[in-house]
């Protein structure tokens, strides 16, 4: 897939809709529109970056931040767009969020087996920090704890 165009901005609530396509292409366990709506509407920490090319949805991050610390709770690129930077771009306009927000650490959790997104991660300053052993309902997969001081 050529990109024409990516643009990014904060999801709204009539994102959810296209965000959803997206996890559910992207995840074995995606989340439910109720998470989401939950995350936009009452999780006052929360905040959601997404993707655009053109009209149409195809990636996303969000993140909580909490006093000086951010996480990142998902980010998901569609499997036609990967491999273009988007994630990349999703990740970097997250950690400038997090930082305007006063965050000075920010952290995440990978699949273990998930080596393209460590690759990014370490890319931009994240460094391993710990196991969570079956963090995957899934499969039961390990999660690598990654953290990077902003």
């Given amino acids: 897939m050529i990109v024409r165009s990516i643009s990014y901005r904060f999801m709204t609530i009539e994102d959810i809709d296209q965000v959803l396509q997206v996890e559910e292409r992207c995840f074995s366990n995606p989340w439910k529109k109720e998470a989401f709506e939950n995350e936009l509407l009452n999780n006052r920490f929360a905040a959601y970056l997404i993707a655009e090319?053109?009209?149409?949805?195809?990636?996303?991050?969000?993140?909580?931040?909490?006093?000086?610390?951010?996480?990142?709770?998902?980010?998901?690129?569609?499997?036609?767009?990967?491999?273009?930077?988007?994630?990349?771009?999703?990740l970097r306009k997250t950690i400038h969020y997090a930082t305007l927000r006063k965050a000075r650490k920010m952290s995440l959790e990978v699949r273990v087996s998930n080596k393209a997104a460590q690759n990014l991660y370490h890319k931009l300053g994240f460094r391993d920090g710990g196991i969570r052993k079956s963090y995957y309902t899934d499969n039961h997969e390990d999660a690598l704890v990654m953290w990077v001081n902003l």
């Fill in 53 to 90: 090319d053109e009209d149409k949805i195809v990636g996303y991050c969000g993140v909580w931040v909490i006093i000086d610390e951010a996480h990142i709770t998902n980010i998901a690129v569609l499997p036609d767009y990967r491999r273009q930077k988007i994630g990349e771009g999703l």
